[in-house]
């Protein structure tokens, strides 16, 4: 009985920390791209999405955009296409474009949907031809129709949340010709974040942030000034496949973006530790000298 009652006022005392975090957020608009491994472990995605509605149920306006690089290559096998991959990016086709287009705003987008209703919240799913939400422009002539976005409408984004509902985008590009583009979800995710004034953006990895030394998770770096980027890059710090992941934690920051986190999507309830405490568990990238 008594450890029942201690229980319960850990509970309330963790509610009670969180109360200047919750009026903080209150209102504000919290992007979070959505990939990596919490997509595909089926206990973690429920729990990321629970994290979604509670964020929603006391006031903070959500929006999650994902990827979905697993699922495109699956679909691309089982009709005996091969995945090219060009310095990390999907080589695509009009064929392919047109399977991202299915898997992305089709299949995984209202998957999400679906379990966030399930689960009690308000959800809608959009993608980037939605509203011209996204337009597009080929990024490189290489990659196909990889899409670099040109124009942002976000008034489709902006309506359903004003009507209390957590917006699930799904990066598919477009252009005045018709054609369907593929969008890197975390390129998308910082202009989406920019354009609507956000708080905060989280991209959700399969890392646990920033670590001085690659080899060591302890060496967590927690506290990023955009000045420093460069410095850390020459330094090795930031390499290889992270170097694009942080130029989208810049380009958020200097669109307006408050706060960037690169976070674990391996660990449960990552979302709201970085958002309702001060402790978080990744790497906060900030403005400033």
Avoid: W
């Avoid at 005392?13 to 919290?30: F, H, W």
């Avoid at 999405?49 to 929603?56: E, G, H, P, Y």
């Avoid at 990024?139 to 990889?146: N, T």
């Avoid at 990023?224 to 380009?251: A, F, T």
Wanted: charge should be negative; charged fraction near 25%.
């Amino acid at each position: 009985m008594n450890n029942n009652f201690n229980d319960k006022q850990i509970k309330a005392q963790v509610l009670t920390e969180a109360l200047p975090y919750i009026q903080e957020y209150s209102g504000k608009v919290v992007v979070i791209k959505y990939g990596g491994n919490a997509m595909i472990n089926d206990e973690l995605k429920v729990s990321v999405m629970r994290d979604i509605v509670l964020l929603n149920l006391v006031g903070v306006k959500v929006v999650l955009v994902h990827g979905g690089g697993p699922e495109i290559s699956e679909m691309l096998k089982k009709i005996g296409k091969e995945s090219v991959f060009i310095n990390g990016l999907r080589y695509t086709d009009k064929e392919t474009a047109e399977i991202v287009r299915m898997v992305l705003a089709g299949k995984i987008n209202k998957s999400l949907v679906n379990l966030i209703e399930q689960i009690g919240g308000k959800s809608i799913g959009l993608c980037g031809m939605d509203g011209h939400m996204m337009k597009c422009e080929m990024a490189d002539p290489k990659l196909g129709y990889v899409g670099k976005i040109v124009d942002m409408d976000t008034k489709v984004i902006t309506d359903a949340l004003d009507l209390g509902y957590i917006p699930v985008v799904s990066t598919v590009g477009y252009d005045d010709e018709g054609n369907v583009y593929n969008v890197n979800a975390d390129t998308a995710s910082a202009v989406i974040a920019g354009a609507l004034n956000a708080q905060s953006l989280i991209l959700m990895t399969d890392i646990k942030g920033v670590l001085c030394d690659k080899e060591d998770e302890n060496s967590l770096i927690e506290k990023i000034y955009v000045s420093d980027i460069s410095s850390l890059i020459k330094q090795g710090i930031i390499s290889g496949g992270m170097i694009p992941k942080i130029d989208c934690c810049k380009e958020a920051i200097r669109r307006g973006v408050k706060k960037v986190f690169i976070t674990d999507g391996r660990v449960a309830h990552s979302i709201l530790v970085e958002i309702l405490s001060d402790q978080g568990i990744g790497t906060m990238f900030v403005n400033g000298d």
